[in-house]
Structures are given as C-alpha cells and as structure tokens.
Nanobody, 124 residues
Framework: QVQLVESGGGLVQAGGSLRLSCAAS????????MGWFRQTPGKEREFVSA????????YYADSVKGRFTISRDNAKNTMYLQMNSLKPEDTAVYYC?????????????????WGQGTQVTVSS
C-alpha cells in the first residue's frame, strides 16, 4: 500500500495562504480515494476535503468551502490542498489520508493509510 508524507505547513497571518502537499510512495496512487483531515488538541480528527480517484469530484467541509481547493496529480503521486483566506480557527495539524476500497467520504475511520501530519498555524 502507499505511504504518505505531508509538507507545506507553517505559520501564516490571518488572510494568508498556504499550499499543503501529500506525496505518496508506490505506483498505485491513482487507485486510492484521498482526503485531508485536521486535528487540534483534545478534539477528534475533522474532515476537511476529499477527492476521487481521477480528481473529477471533490468534497469540502462547510467551514472551508470557497477558501480551500483540493487537487491531485496522479502522474506525480501527489495530492494538494490550497488554503486561502486562512483564519485562526484553521490552526491544526493537517493529515492526508487514503482509502483503497472506498467506504465513505467523511469519516476518518474509513481511511486506511495516514501521513504523519503537518502543522498549520494561523495568527490573528
């Protein structure tokens, strides 16, 4: 199965932008349904966005709709999350995740493979 490595996190002021990347090892990246989740201390992992195998369909949490854009490049084995108009409440550790056999979009437990996470901090 794939292994996932996130990058691109950091510290940004409110209103700024960041682009997260999720690099996948292996040759079967296009077989995986992919998603982004985020987590803050003491809270459950929260769905952010997901993308289907070819990238034809995308899904977003209401809290990020219109500000975040998910995409993937299967030729580069990489998924992205472009985050614009960032708010302090977007501060979290962001994780990319993969499902080999699709079950559902929004539940973290449906995803089989996880990256190590990348910290995003938005200052006010």
């Amino acid at each position: 199965q794939v292994q996932l490595v996130e990058s691109g996190g950091g510290l940004v002021q409110a209103g700024g932008s960041l682009r997260l990347s999720c690099a996948a090892s292996g040759r079967t990246f296009s077989n995986y349904y992919m998603g982004w989740f985020r987590q803050t201390p003491g809270k459950e992992r929260e769905f952010v966005s997901a993308i289907t195998w070819s990238g034809a369909n995308t899904y977003y949490a209401d809290s990020v709709k219109g500000r975040f854009t998910i995409s993937r490049d299967n030729a580069k084995n990489t998924m992205y999350l472009q985050m614009n108009s960032l708010k302090p409440e977007d501060t979290a550790v962001y994780y990319c995740a993969a499902q080999k056999n699709y079950r559902t979009t929004y539940r973290a437990t449906a995803y089989d493979v996880w990256g190590q996470g990348t910290q995003v901090t938005v200052s006010s």
